[in-house]
């Protein structure tokens, strides 16, 4: 949140001013022909109007009136790992911000980095995906939206983010196991192949594919940019106007 | 956070010419000593410079220069079951929130109510302050304050929420175990003392009184209303200026 400073409502007021006092001088000259005294008054008018427009600036600092609250959003990446997630919700977070709105980019991999013991099972993705949703939950009660991807793999956590938070869009990375093994450059899915990684979602625990996704991207079909630029699009059309 | 809607600035529009128009034809006045060309200049005016101004305050809109942006705090109550700590940062919460700061209010009880499983270990309490600090944190890269109160009796744990979020206020709501005891309306120091429940902090479980708190309050001998003034004050003489 910004709070316009004393200097900025200055420099406004002068800025105004010589647009107004432009204008004066010509009205002036047009009603009397007498350029000199309608650049007396336009100069005296300056000066008074300087102070004036400035009162007039901190007087309606201090009313909210017409300022319109914004409607924040969340826009959930979910799907296997190495789908895509994380490229693809950078690049819409980086689009969204030139936009000017609070936003915030919520990562599973920066949350388990910094709480490492979250646990890999259903009761503990269930109770971590929770716990987000409260997070997100608490940004947008401050009108801050949220770019989060998580594997996200079951129906109940999922519908329990949706149940908590407003303006809700789920993004479904659509992406051939296949494809994403072959992607494998962090080797966790070899990892889980083996064995040596449990609760891996697509190998040895479930992904389920969401039912409700306001969007689904294929990516074996379509380019990190142009799911990009239909993310982008998506969310400018209903929520940023 | 909030946006200038276009009526906001149309209405400013209007106002602004009441005071602006009103000063040119007493100039003009003042000058040729016609009150009736006065009135007519003073006209023109008026319907060529409310649209004028509604454009100059559309192109401020788009600028960010001298918009401030506003620092956060985080204002850390922690003291023994029943020191106060839901009752006081409740009313400093309210006191704050008519500053017009962007401001949330985070309390332990409201938490463990949505996510029950969070556990009372000294494990499970670090993990879930390294998390509430998180919750802190992402607020506050929005600009959003805030009014926390968690039990939080150990010293490692608050030691992690300070270095995690900025302009952290400690304040440590001292109370007599004794005093706590006796105010024990939910029952739970009965509990605590039958042994129903366990890790419970000042009974069987170590509560660690804080060495480096911002603000240390008495309450036995400090009034409700009184601490809150004290905080209040605080609050304002450092952070919202």
């Known amino acids: 949140m910004y709070k316009e400073t ?3 409502s200055i420099v406004k007021g002068i800025s105004w001013r010589v647009v107004a006092t432009t204008t004066t001088v010509f009205i002036i000259y047009f009603f009397f022909g ?3 005294l309608a650049i007396a008054a336009g100069l005296i008018e300056t000066v008074l109007k300087v ?3 400035w009162a007039h600036e901190r007087i309606w600092q201090k009313l909210r009136w017409g300022k319109k609250k914004i409607e924040p959003f969340n826009l959930w990446f979910t799907g296997l790992p190495l789908s895509g997630k994380t490229t693809i919700a950078d690049k819409v977070y980086e689009e ?3 936009l000017q709105i609070p936003l915030e980019r919520i990562d599973s991999k920066d949350i388990r980095e910094l709480i490492p013991d979250i646990g890999y099972t259903r009761e503990d993705r269930n109770r971590h995906m929770k716990r987000i949703a409260h997070l997100i939950k608490t940004l947008q009660n401050n009108s801050v939206s949220t770019v989060a991807s998580f594997v996200s793999p079951y129906r109940e956590s999922r519908k329990a983010v949706r149940e908590m938070v407003k303006n809700n869009i789920v993004v479904y990375l659509k992406a051939d196991i296949e494809t994403c093994k072959k992607r494998d450059y962090k080797g966790v899915y070899e990892k889980a192949l083996s064995g040596k990684l449990k609760n891996f979602s697509g190998v040895n ?3 389920e594919e969401p039912q409700h996704a306001e969007l689904v991207i294929d990516t ?5 940019d142009e799911a990009v630029q239909m993310i982008v699009t998506y969310v400018k059309k209903r929520y940023v106007k």
């Open 34 to 36: 007498r350029l000199d």
């Open 220 to 224: 074996d079909k379509t380019g990190v």
């Open 51 to 53: 102070g004036l427009y």
């Open 6 to 8: 004393n200097i900025r």
């Open 96 to 98: 969204l911000q030139k």
């Open 205 to 207: 625990d479930v992904y």
